[in-house]
């Protein structure tokens, strides 16, 4: 079942998250935030959980990219499901919601960084409408080693029309 997020899922949110830092192919990132930071750093209209048997195994969130209002309609989304109940479809259910919850909010392009080995998540964002616009050479090091990043875009076919 997807839901809309709760403080009270914080805890359990950000144990998903740092699974994800542990696999070294879902982002730059070494540590986890503690949730006010978390919190603070993502849009409170479009936060989702996957849930089964009362667990959560997954969660989806939009964050701004910038704080500029020209770009208020552009979005970086993450989506992290638990390592261990990958390839389930959990995925692409949280997705739906974002994109569908998205719209609704005004946003016009959500916007993903990818690592290229990350074959699952480029693919599931490309089985949702989005298209690969560039990549970053070399755009940071991650334990030490320079990474690459796929720079994926979905733009509204509802939202942001002339």
Do not use: Q
Not at 8 to 19: A, M, N, Q
Not at 69 to 80: A, F, M, R
Not at 129 to 152: N, P, Q, S, Y
């Amino acid at each position: 079942m997807i839901r809309k997020m709760h403080d009270s899922d914080g805890p359990r949110v950000l144990e998903i998250y740092k699974k994800g830092l542990e696999t070294r192919n879902a982002t730059f990132e070494t540590e986890a935030p503690d949730w006010k930071h978390w919190d603070l750093a993502h849009h409170h209209f479009c936060r989702f959980v996957y849930e089964e048997n009362a667990m959560i195994i997954g969660w989806g969130a939009l964050a701004p990219v910038s704080a500029r209002s020209c770009y208020e309609g552009v979005t970086e989304i993450s989506i992290y499901i638990d390592t261990d109940h990958l390839g389930k479809g959990i995925g692409s259910k949280l997705m739906k919601a974002i994109i569908d919850e998205s719209e609704k909010n005004g946003i016009w392009t959500l916007y993903a960084s990818i690592f290229p080995e990350n074959v699952a998540s480029h693919k599931l964002h490309l089985s949702h409408g989005f298209k690969e616009v560039g990549i970053r050479k070399r755009i940071a090091r991650l334990d030490g080693v320079w990474r690459d990043t796929l720079i994926l875009e979905r733009r509204s076919n509802k939202v942001g029309i002339i």
